[in-house]
Structures are given as structure tokens and as C-alpha cells.
């Protein structure tokens, strides 16, 4: 999923970040993954192989929808956007992901030594 030198993705975090980028407007396959390496500053690199799993996951549990369209270049192209459930599903795991980074951060911050 991620390149020599970059972030691996943690599970789950790919369909959030897919969730996040849909929040805006709807997106090609391509657009998405593009973004999500402009966004994280090159940090993370989404391949296709890892995004279409993904998106075909989210579309069958109901968290996105598709149709077919033209992309800018004038070829066609599945755009995805987020359903009422998918909206639900960002809200949800946006609230669980922060409250994981802050436990996290305060582990790593821990001076005194962490229970056995």
C-alpha cells in the first residue's frame, strides 16, 4: 500500500481517509488517490490495488454509492460519493480515530514507565 520510505496505512485508515475525500464531491478512483498523496504531503500512496478493494467494499456495505461519468480527460470513469450511511460511518470513525491519536500521544509522551 505504501512505497519504500512512506507511512504504511493502518487498517481501517484507508476507508476513512476514502470516506473523508467523498465528504467534498464525488471522485474517480484516480482523483482519490491523488488527492490522498497530495493531502498527506507524499506521506502516504494509495496503490489500486489497495483503493478499488476498498471502494468496492464501501459500495457493498451501502457506505458509498457510484455512477459511471466523464473524466476531465473525456474518459469514462466510476465516480463514488458518500451515502447518508457513509456520512454516519465518517462522523463515527472520525471521532474513534482522534480519540486513538490523543491515547496514543500520551503514551508516547509518558515520562514515567508505562505499567507492565
Given at each position: 500500500?505504501?512505497?519504500?520510505?512512506?507511512?504504511?496505512?493502518l487498517?481501517?485508515?484507508?476507508?476513512?481517509?476514502?470516506?473523508?475525500?467523498?465528504?467534498?464531491?464525488?471522485?474517480?478512483?484516480?482523483?482519490?488517490?491523488?488527492?490522498?498523496?497530495?493531502?498527506?504531503?507524499?506521506?502516504?500512496?494509495?496503490?489500486?490495488?489497495?483503493?478499488?478493494?476498498?471502494?468496492?467494499?464501501?459500495?457493498?456495505?451501502?457506505?458509498?454509492?457510484?455512477?459511471?461519468?466523464?473524466?476531465?480527460?473525456?474518459?469514462?470513469?466510476?465516480?463514488?460519493?458518500?451515502?447518508?450511511?457513509?456520512?454516519?460511518?465518517?462522523?463515527?470513525?472520525?471521532?474513534?480515530?482522534?480519540?486513538?491519536?490523543?491515547?496514543?500521544?500520551?503514551?508516547?509522551?509518558?515520562?514515567?514507565?508505562?505499567?507492565?
Amino acid at each position: 500500500m505504501a512505497s519504500k520510505g512512506k507511512a504504511d496505512l493502518l487498517q481501517g485508515t484507508l476507508d476513512l481517509l476514502v470516506l473523508r475525500l467523498l465528504k467534498s464531491a464525488p471522485l474517480n478512483g484516480w482523483d482519490i488517490m491523488q488527492r490522498i498523496r497530495v493531502v498527506t504531503r507524499d506521506v502516504l500512496s494509495v496503490t489500486p490495488g489497495a483503493l478499488y478493494p476498498a471502494l468496492h467494499r464501501l459500495e457493498r456495505q451501502g457506505l458509498v454509492e457510484s455512477e459511471w461519468g466523464l473524466s476531465e480527460n473525456n474518459r469514462t470513469a466510476k465516480y463514488y460519493k458518500l451515502s447518508a450511511a457513509g456520512r454516519r460511518r465518517l462522523q463515527a470513525g472520525s471521532s474513534a480515530w482522534h480519540h486513538f491519536v490523543e491515547a496514543a500521544g500520551r503514551a508516547l509522551r509518558a515520562t514515567a514507565p508505562l505499567p507492565a
